[in-house]
């Protein structure tokens, strides 16, 4: 079989000396198992990352970390064992299935969302608050505020709790502030320069769409071909796994607080269309191929389909 551009992506990572197991299972538990009812029997899911050379050894140590950190379970069925979300982690998936899937940006409300350190916090605390803050998309606008355009600041502090910093909150204060309260002495775009520093996001989403598009250019003319299903469920899984590492280090703004010509639209554009093609032919490797530890294959749900607004059709 002729090789193209396609399995040369999948043999670049095949390549890679370190890979980073625990990251490409969450990419996987939020993207495939959690369409298909969040449960999984380990010997499913070492068979579905085989293909990619991450060795069983290596997906077994990263399974009992998202379990010791709460992410998922773990159920016996006889000799085996299923691997399931968690409360806790099926609404950390689903928060961030909002950011991946979604087709576009949200409006934006032109308040400004504040979190003010208004009581001492110790140095290293300090750093671990702004490291939880960032995760979230919070920029620095001073060394003691906090400034986000949408985020639900409720939501914020629950993140915080639930990151084990609750002891910090007292030193805390929400404040919502209309866009023209910060914006008397500098423009929009300087205050989001001073908070965020886009370059390095941007430099990274272009490098994400020149990866791509030749990829998406052969799939558009390619016929489908069931041979190739398993093809298609790895180059979804990478897909989805390189976009995802990229909106977590994206804060999340609105279009009119990005700089002219900001290629994360493009990035999100090139997703949508390319996971489109790919998803009927990765649907029936995942049919003939994923299983929970009583032998069950789960049908996928509903949201799988509500995925990128598509109404894409789900061949077995």
Not at 22 to 44: E, M, Q
Not at 59 to 64: A, K, V
Not at 177 to 183: F, G, K, S, V
Request: charged share 25%; hydrophobic share 45%.
């Amino acid at each position: 079989m002729r090789k193209t551009i396609l399995h040369q992506h999948i043999e670049a990572f095949q390549q890679q000396r370190r890979i980073q197991a625990g990251s490409l299972i969450v990419s996987v538990f939020g993207d495939a198992i959690l369409p298909r009812g969040g449960r999984i029997w380990l010997g499913s899911l070492i068979r579905l990352l085989a293909p990619l050379n991450v060795n069983e050894r290596l997906i077994r140590t990263s399974i009992f970390r998202l379990a010791k950190d709460e992410w998922l379970a773990t159920e016996a069925s006889g000799r085996r064992a299923d691997y399931f979300l968690t409360a806790s982690g099926r609404r950390r998936f689903e928060q961030a299935a909002e950011h991946i899937y979604d087709s576009s940006t949200a409006l934006w409300d032109r308040r400004w969302r504040l979190i003010l350190t208004v009581g001492e916090i110790a140095a290293k605390q300090r750093e671990q608050l702004r490291r939880a803050l960032f995760w979230q998309g919070f920029g620095l606008l001073s060394p003691t505020c906090f400034i986000h355009p949408s985020v639900d600041l409720s939501a914020a502090f629950d993140a915080l709790t639930a990151e084990g910093l609750e002891d910090l909150l007292p030193a805390l204060m929400p404040l919502l502030a209309a866009d023209t309260e910060l914006n008397n002495s500098a423009s929009q775009a300087d205050l989001v320069r001073q908070a965020w520093d886009l370059e390095e996001l941007a430099s990274a989403y272009e490098n994400f769409v020149a990866c791509y598009q030749p990829m998406l250019k052969v799939l558009r003319t390619r016929t489908a071909d069931e041979s190739e299903d398993e093809h298609a469920f790895l180059l979804r899984t990478l897909l989805i796994h390189n976009y995802r590492r990229l909106l977590l280090r994206d804060p999340g703004l609105p279009d009119v607080l990005l700089p002219k010509g900001w290629p994360g639209q493009k990035a999100r554009t090139l997703c949508k269309e390319m996971y489109l093609h790919l998803l009927p032919a990765s649907e029936r490797h995942l049919q003939r191929t994923m299983q929970t530890a009583n032998g069950d294959t789960p049908a996928a749900l509903t949201m799988l389909t509500q995925r990128f607004q598509s109404t894409a059709s789900l061949s077995k």
